[in-house]
């Protein structure tokens, strides 16, 4: 039987991946389930999963959950940390669906319990894969990328990596892509996160609708597979049935194509080299693929494409600085603050601040080091408020 653990279940990526489970309680024991506030969704899972071992990340909801969890025979914890003190047992596969920054530390202390680590939190792999990738080599752990982009490429490459020529990693343009430029001026939050093509949370609709959620998969892309920035292409395919082309130096070029559902890259995440296992039993449906195009994306309505011609990802505080700004601007646009278009061009002017490019250069020694960095970012845009006026 399969052992798996869930960090951030009660989120998009989490609840995909119970979907895919539920079909084969019989086949797999998760062995633990994660969230930060909703311990009252998390019990329901584990209900439904007989899970005996929660992790409730925010301290506060951690001790009201305490006395809710008080004859229900399971047991809490308020980290991985402390769950991993009780549970040493290496296990077969970790799904990371934790968002932001707060998925890297759990991330790098899970890794020597198990045997494959899948991940779809950005942001860790963004500002802090150099230790990730260290650890997982270190402790032998397999590491998949979830995002359906990056889970392309690398079913895609096999072992072919040294022939890679081009990647194209398509955007469907999101909701603003036949917006005319003038519009955006006055672009609310409701149309800004209606994706056309996936059912996301407003976090990430927001960077798919400004194209920072592109941005940030080329750099992720250039660290997961170890490939120069100039390699991975960014091409708008509005149907979002074509997830990633990879072009080789022997002439073959290969695509992937599958419906716009996470439970596909998940469903083979978990169920890898086994044939007894169907996603389910479907055709190829042709209609859906007549029509198919794709388009150069338009750097003006999208100005964020431009930071991956300016800037170098080598693992330096930039990367932090990056995802930081972008998600207290995006926070502000959420609460009403500040208008999509003020949004992107504060980002613009804040990467170009000499009291964050002073660190472009400097590298980050540990993962505290990291979280020590999107601190101080926070506090200097709390400091200079007036800036968003």
């Known amino acids: 039987m399969k052992k798996i653990l869930i960090l951030g279940s009660t989120g998009s990526i989490g609840k995909s991946t119970l979907n895919v489970i539920k079909k084969y309680k019989s086949e797999i024991k998760i062995v633990c389930l994660s969230s930060n506030k909703n311990y009252k969704k998390l019990y329901k899972q584990s209900k439904l999963f007989n899970v005996k071992n929660l992790i409730i990340t925010d301290y506060k909801y951690f001790l009201k959950s305490k006395e ?21 047992k290496k296990i077969d596969l970790v ?49 998949i990328p979830i995002d359906s982009e990056h889970f392309s490429v690398w079913s895609l490459i096999n072992n072919d990596k040294d022939l890679i020529s081009k990647i194209y990693l398509t955007a469907s343009g999101g909701p603003l892509l036949n917006s005319p430029s003038k519009n955006l001026k006055n672009i609310n939050i409701k149309k800004v996160i209606n994706h056309p093509n996936w059912s996301m949370g407003k976090k990430i609709s927001t960077d798919s609708a400004s194209m920072m959620n592109k941005v940030f998969e080329v750099i992720e892309a250039s660290k997961i597979f170890n490939l120069k920035k100039q390699t991975i292409k ?22 992937l194509i599958h419906e716009t559902s996470m439970e596909i890259p998940i469903f083979n995440i978990i169920f890898k080299n086994t044939k007894e296992y169907f996603y389910r039993k479907t055709d190829i449906n042709f209609k859906s693929l007549n029509g198919i195009n794709f388009i150069k994306p338009d750097t003006k309505k999208f100005p964020y494409i431009n930071i991956l011609n300016k800037y170098i990802f080598k693992n330096t505080y930039f990367e932090t600085i990056l995802v930081t700004i972008n998600d207290e601007l995006v926070r502000l646009f959420l609460n009403k603050k500040i208008s999509f278009l003020k949004m992107q061009k504060l980002l613009l002017k804040f990467i170009n601040y000499y009291s964050f490019t002073k660190y472009y250069n400097e590298f980050p020694k540990n993962t505290n080091d990291i979280y020590i960095m999107a601190d101080k970012v926070k506090a200097y845009l709390k400091k200079n408020e007036k800036i968003f006026k």
């Not at 809710?68 to 040493?88: A, D, M, T, W």
């Open 68 to 88: 809710y969890f008080k004859n229900k025979k399971i047991n809490i914890f308020p980290n991985v940390s402390e769950y991993l003190k009780k549970n040493k």
């Open 95 to 143: 799904i990371v669906g934790i968002s932001g920054l707060e998925g890297l530390m759990p991330t790098i202390e899970i890794i020597p319990f198990t045997k494959n680590l899948a991940s779809a939190n950005k942001e860790s792999i963004i500002c802090g894969w150099k230790f990730i990738q260290s650890k997982a080599k270190k402790y032998k752990t397999n590491f």
């Open 234 to 255: 960014i091409i708008v395919h509005p149907k979002s049935i074509v997830h990633a082309i990879v072009v080789f130096k022997n002439g073959l070029i290969k695509v």
